[in-house]
């Protein structure tokens, strides 16, 4: 099962939506300092959208919750571009080891 996927809440507004604790690099998370949570996955779209894809700013709006990441607005390809970059660290335990030590370096803090 894929731990992230878009819906359509209603008619042109689209839900991103990241079940924390269910992708691939959980236990790298913990091994960090970290707990997988949708608070966490929310410093990291704020990560990647700061660092990787500054286009993407402002594009959609943010509401974690502890056991889960949602992102949500009418821009679904905005949200599908997010998509794919949670997707790439959430799935790959050395892109998420550097995301975080990249993070940790800059001063950032995952409020997790």
């Known amino acids: 099962m894929d731990p992230i996927k878009i819906v359509?809440?209603?008619?042109?507004?689209?839900?991103?939506?990241?079940?924390?604790g269910t992708t691939d690099v959980d236990g790298v998370i913990e091994e960090l300092g970290h707990e997988p949570n949708g608070y966490f996955w929310e410093g990291v779209a704020g990560w990647v959208v700061q660092t990787e894809a500054p286009a993407l700013t402002d594009r959609f709006k943010y509401d974690p919750e502890g056991g889960m990441f949602v992102a949500y607005g009418t821009d679904r390809?905005?949200?599908e571009e997010l998509s794919v970059r949670l997707t790439a660290v959430a799935s790959d335990a050395?892109?998420?080891?550097?995301?975080?030590?990249?993070?940790?370096?800059?001063?950032?803090?995952f409020d997790d």
């Open 8 to 20: 359509e809440t209603s008619p042109g507004n689209f839900s991103l939506l990241l079940i924390a």
């Open 77 to 79: 390809p905005a949200l």
């Open 94 to 109: 050395d892109r998420a080891r550097q995301l975080v030590a990249a993070a940790k370096e800059s001063g950032f803090e």
